[in-house]
């Protein structure tokens, strides 16, 4: 409820009420008052999926690194309407949807959901007249499997989405259904969007797109050299502690092990594994704590993961190492079944799933301990939390 000027609740101020009575003309602080692009601005929290979270300190000229983000991957609307699926109270409830997005004319949509309900967001979009949308994989991978004839998503212009790589099926099945392709970006709490299928890029299934312009970003191997085509490499922004380019983190506060670790070399670590193929696409590994190493191959989880979603019984899965006393690690599969289609947890299904990522991919990658479960730990931003189930085999063995 709204109240008039003068009524609400004791101690409180009424929002509409301080708003209409403000003053339109800015006048610029000085002297003592005055803020500058370098002075602190926002602390956030990381996601905490690989341990602790950790406090990340943002500047004043941060906003603008987001002009990046929602101009020209989120390709946010002057006068449009944008959704960005988040929590008000994690760090992509602002960069995803109110610094680039306010900056380039779009309006907003806040909606925060107890537990997620494909349907009714959904519906949420279809009501509000939703131009611009961007939600988590995890999110994707549901509302495929509702009935989308249901409902009109005619006012959406472009789709994407952000927090953790997307499987190509998922991709295919909602570019078949809706007729959007999925505009796959990648960002961290410390960044604006580092890389993205920007507006000129032509998107590829399972490709993260290509580097944002502004960042001298390359793929670094073990030995601190640039990756070749096909190698595998940490995400790295070259010289980054000496340029600091606009919207990058000032650091982890109080954070000096962190920060060192952070910054090493002069460059800003990701802490993610990629690839580049020829056309200069990125394909995410994940990671650099969940990269799996079994016998003596080096397997990314997502690759896996991406074959066994190609099977219709499976909603959702997490790969993960095990540990196994022979080969050091074994690839680990946490599979939630699609519901009401007739598929149970039975060992004949386990052995389906192993045979089928065998045929999909390499068959040294297949999961050779499969666990079916009813949901994966999350964060609050919808992020799988490997490290837990790794936690808890650690704990078992």
Not at 220 to 229: L, P
Request: proline share 5%.
């Amino acid at each position: 409820m709204v109240h008039e000027a003068g009524e609400g609740r004791e101690g409180w101020i009424d929002y509409r009420s301080a708003f209409l009575a403000h003053s339109d003309v800015f006048l610029r602080p000085t002297g003592e008052d005055e803020v500058l692009a370098k002075d602190p601005m926002i602390l956030y929290f990381t996601s905490g999926t690989t341990g602790m979270p950790k406090m990340v300190q943002h500047i004043q000229s941060y906003p603008l690194g987001h002009i990046l983000t929602a101009k020209y991957w989120q390709q946010v609307e002057d006068n449009g309407l944008h959704l960005t699926v988040s929590d008000s109270g994690w760090a992509k409830f602002s960069w995803g949807k109110i610094y680039g997005q306010w900056i380039s004319g779009s309006g907003i949509l806040g909606y925060d959901m107890d537990k997620f309900d494909s349907d009714k967001l959904l519906r949420v979009i279809e009501k509000y007249r939703i131009t611009t949308f961007c939600a988590p994989a995890t999110m994707y991978r549901f509302m495929i499997k509702e009935d989308l004839t249901k409902y009109d998503l005619s006012s959406i212009h472009h789709c994407c989405m952000a927090g953790e790589p997307l499987n190509p099926v998922v991709f295919e099945q909602w570019e078949t259904l809706t007729g959007h392709k999925l505009y796959e970006g990648f960002g961290q709490t410390e960044t604006p969007v580092l890389l993205a299928n920007f507006e000129w890029i032509e998107p590829k299934p399972g490709s993260t797109g290509k580097p944002s312009p502004i960042f001298d970003i390359q793929l670094i191997n073990d030995e601190g050299k640039e990756c070749e085509i096909g190698e595998e490499g940490e995400i790295v922004i070259r010289g980054a502690a000496k340029t600091h380019p606009v919207g990058l983190t000032m650091g982890y506060y109080l954070d000096d092990a962190a920060n060192e670790k952070l910054w090493a070399g002069g460059d800003f670590h990701t802490g993610d594994n990629a690839w580049k193929d020829e056309e200069g696409y990125i394909w995410f590994i994940g990671r650099v704590d969940d990269v799996i190493k079994c016998s003596g191959y080096r397997i990314g989880p997502f690759e896996v993961e991406s074959a066994l979603m190609t099977h219709p019984a499976v909603l959702e899965c997490a790969i993960t190492a095990a540990p196994d006393p022979v080969r050091g690690q074994v690839v680990k599969a946490t599979v939630v079944l699609v519901k009401n289609k007739g598929y149970e947890p039975t060992d004949e299904l386990r052995k389906e799933l192993q045979d089928h990522v065998k045929r999909v991919t390499a068959p040294y990658k297949y999961p050779r301990i499969l666990e079916f479960v009813e949901e994966l730990p999350k964060t609050t931003s919808g992020k799988i939390k490997r490290g837990d189930i790794r936690k808890q085999d650690h704990h078992k063995a």
